[in-house]
């Protein structure tokens, strides 16, 4: 015998009988008159009777039955939340070593910023200027030599990929500036490598890097000079050949000038100390959007989730269980109410408990 249907049902309409039911239930109980009939407590010799033990054993099934409904009901989200255990092992692992590189990454950035800081010479906006003004120039050599390739007569896809290789030639003559302004503060910047402390020794290529460089300097500065000059030439005969001299003189002129002012951006622009600073504080960024991605992992979403519908699932048919043990116990009441003949009207004056409440409970030991 099991009323697990019966509550079952409740999951259809509303989670709970109607208050309205129950007020019905109670209005339809009539206990007779004690000074007509005359009440009886009920008689010491009678002990558990086999109803009782009966409703004590339906009861008991119920906190049962029900925690086992809820295992079956939870089965998949828990199957679900174990399916995706490896790939968040996995992920926390993961997970635990990006936390560390962005701590890392984050110190290395601050101790720099501390460091070298009181280095950094450069405008706050002079890489964005550059970036501006460099392809500028760039294209301003290319369509130079362009036009006047066509106009000599070229294929114009030809010629754009020869005048756009000359026009970059010309632009990246003048990088040779950025290295005169390193060699510049770095001579500013030297110190004795003894005289630098515990931090600043992490960066001792910036403090001691000034001798040296610039012999490499000068011949990189004298290839640039030569890019700059072959460049000219070339477009002062092309201008020359379809123009004439002061049309090849004109655009000559202006090549070399853009050369120039290639190399003179370069120089406003570069700040070696400012470049190991951004460096730092990307890789501090890209960290913090790694960590955040691998935080972002749907296997987490997924176990979570599982695990979360798993449990509530759990505690609700665990408390059903009660529940429903509960209705069975006074259902119990209930059989011994309508037979006043076998069981009296009540408990005895004075005793707050009766038979039933001796049934053994889960986890507890009779008495």
């Known amino acids: 015998m099991t009323i697990m249907p019966t509550f079952r049902k409740l999951r259809s309409g509303s989670r709970l009988p109607a208050l309205d039911s129950w007020t019905a239930e109670a209005d339809a109980i009539s206990l007779p008159r004690l000074d007509e009939i005359?009440?009886?407590?009920?008689?010491?010799?009678?002990?558990?009777?086999?109803?009782?033990?009966?409703?004590?054993?339906?009861?008991?099934e119920q906190e049962l039955a029900w925690p086992a409904e809820g295992e079956h009901e939870a089965r998949p989200y828990q199957v679900r939340a174990r399916g995706v255990d490896l790939l968040a092992e996995a992920t926390e692992f993961l997970l635990v070593e990006s936390e560390a590189?962005?701590?890392?990454?984050?110190?290395?950035?601050?101790?720099?910023?501390?460091?070298?800081?009181?280095?950094?010479?450069?405008?706050?906006?002079?890489?964005?200027?550059?970036?501006?003004?460099?392809?500028?120039?760039?294209?301003?050599?290319?369509?130079?030599?362009?036009?006047?390739?066509?106009?000599?007569?070229?294929?114009?896809?030809?010629?754009?990929?020869?005048?756009?290789?000359?026009?970059?030639?010309g632009a990246c003559a003048g990088l040779v500036g950025s290295e005169l302004k390193h060699?510049?503060?770095?001579?500013?910047?030297?110190?004795?490598?003894?005289?630098?402390?515990?931090?600043?020794?992490?960066?001792?290529?910036?403090?001691?890097?000034?001798?040296?460089?610039?012999?490499?300097?000068?011949v990189v500065g004298l290839l640039s000079l030569l890019v700059a000059l072959l460049l000219a030439g070339g477009i002062f005969t092309l201008r020359m050949s379809v123009e004439g001299t002061a049309s090849g003189i004109t655009f000559g002129l202006l090549a070399l000038g853009t050369a120039i002012g290639s190399c003179l951006l370069s120089y406003c622009?570069?700040?070696?100390?400012?470049?190991?600073?951004?460096?730092?504080?990307?890789?501090?960024?890209?960290?913090?959007?790694?960590?955040?991605?691998?935080?972002?992992?749907?296997?987490?979403?997924?176990?979570?989730?599982?695990?979360?519908?798993?449990?509530?699932?759990?505690?609700?048919?665990?408390?059903?269980?009660?529940?429903?043990?509960?209705?069975?116990?006074?259902?119990?009441?209930?059989?011994q109410r309508r037979n006043p003949q076998v069981f009296g009207h009540g408990l005895p004056h004075g005793e707050a408990t009766g038979v039933i409440g001796r049934r053994t409970r889960r986890g507890t030991v009779a008495p």
């Open 101 to 169: 590189d962005v701590r890392q990454a984050h110190a290395d950035h601050q101790l720099a910023v501390r460091v070298l800081g009181p280095y950094v010479r450069g405008e706050a906006w002079a890489k964005l200027r550059y970036w501006i003004c460099w392809p500028i120039l760039w294209c301003g050599d290319t369509a130079g030599i362009w036009s006047a390739a066509i106009t000599n007569g070229d294929i114009p896809a030809i010629a754009f990929g020869q005048a756009c290789a000359a026009g970059l030639a």
């Open 38 to 60: 005359g009440g009886h407590p009920r008689p010491p010799t009678v002990g558990v009777t086999y109803g009782e033990k009966e409703y004590d054993a339906l009861a008991g």
């Open 269 to 335: 622009a570069a700040d070696e100390v400012a470049d190991v600073l951004g460096a730092l504080d990307r890789r501090a960024k890209k960290a913090g959007k790694h960590h955040l991605r691998l935080a972002r992992s749907v296997a987490f979403k997924k176990r979570a989730r599982s695990e979360e519908t798993a449990r509530s699932i759990h505690e609700e048919y665990l408390l059903r269980g009660h529940a429903a043990g509960k209705r069975v116990e006074s259902l119990s009441w209930r059989v």
């Open 183 to 218: 060699l510049r503060m770095a001579q500013a910047r030297h110190r004795d490598p003894e005289t630098l402390t515990g931090d600043e020794l992490r960066y001792q290529r910036l403090f001691t890097g000034a001798e040296g460089g610039t012999g490499i300097v000068k």
